[in-house]
């Protein structure tokens, strides 16, 4: 697995000139534009810390999300030579698209806390979370994985319509904005219902461990729910793809 790994992410980039830094570019390019439209051009309620710091804590786990599960959607396609071979163990391949994205994610947490650091904010017994945290988004988006890698091969759609749910959830998440931004109460109904995407849990557990200062266990009832679903979409999402595994191999 782990050498499948690091050749799938190795070979994504080969044949440019700049390699695995393309890898790197266009995350930080995006966070310049979402920094410089939402911290310098429009201004919201001010942060306990500079708004890039609070901004970096939300992108960082998104990315990663976004990556891993657009990734290891198209798994079994990318490596459908080896899910035709019947001694291959074909399970293992939504598990290595996702720890390559990995690779990237590990990169930008170091980024992340550097850049705390040029700010005078150096890190403390809380950025031990981050391997928390960091862990919560490996298994929600392993579990959503195997759901996913198994229907689009039999609805070849659904990798498009992922996108289209991403790019609305990066705005459904509170990444750029929070709810003092938008005038909402955390106790409002709106508030409530936008806490249910599991990524609120995340992006709100890295801004609590550099930024806030508060334990995961401070709040047990989203701890709950985050992991509660998460072993649900998990038990679901191998089923299924035991159930279909059979079929992948005549379809593609």
């Given at each position: 697995i782990w050498t499948l790994a690091k050749n799938d992410f190795r070979t994504k980039y080969a044949g440019s000139y700049l390699g695995i830094i393309w890898a790197f570019v266009q995350p930080v390019v995006t966070v310049m534009v979402y920094w410089f439209v939402f911290g310098v051009v429009r201004q919201g309620a001010p942060k306990a810390v500079p708004f890039v710091l609070w901004l970096v804590c939300g992108l960082v786990p998104?990315?990663?999300?976004?990556?891993?599960?657009?990734?290891?959607?198209?798994?079994?396609?990318?490596?459908?030579?080896?899910?035709?071979?019947?001694?291959?163990?074909?399970?293992?391949?939504?598990?290595?698209?996702?720890?390559?994205?990995?690779?990237?994610?590990?990169?930008?947490?170091?980024?992340?806390?550097?850049?705390?650091?040029?700010?005078?904010?150096?890190?403390?017994?809380?950025?031990?979370?981050?391997?928390?945290?960091?862990?919560?988004?490996?298994?929600?988006?392993?579990s959503m994985a195997y759901i996913t890698s198994a229907v689009v091969v039999f609805f070849r759609d659904l990798t498009h319509l992922i996108t289209i749910l991403l790019q609305i959830g990066i705005w459904m998440t509170p990444i750029m904005w929070d709810f003092t931004d938008m005038g909402i109460s955390e106790s409002a109904l709106a508030a409530r219902i936008l806490k249910l995407n599991p990524m609120y849990y995340i992006v709100s557990g890295y801004r609590n461990a550099l930024i806030d200062k508060q334990w995961f266990w401070e709040h047990p009832g989203m701890t709950l729910y985050f992991w509660a679903l998460t072993v649900i979409l998990f038990v679901f999402g191998t089923r299924l793809f035991q159930k279909l595994k059979v079929h992948f191999a005549d379809v593609l």
């Open positions: 998104w990315f990663f999300f976004q990556e891993a599960l657009v990734q290891s959607t198209n798994a079994l396609i990318e490596y459908s030579y080896l899910v035709k071979k019947v001694v291959f163990k074909i399970s293992i391949l939504p598990l290595i698209k996702v720890i390559a994205s990995l690779f990237v994610h590990i990169f930008f947490v170091a980024f992340t806390l550097v850049l705390f650091c040029c700010y005078g904010y150096f890190p403390d017994l809380y950025v031990i979370q981050l391997l928390y945290y960091s862990f919560c988004a490996f298994a929600l988006v392993l």
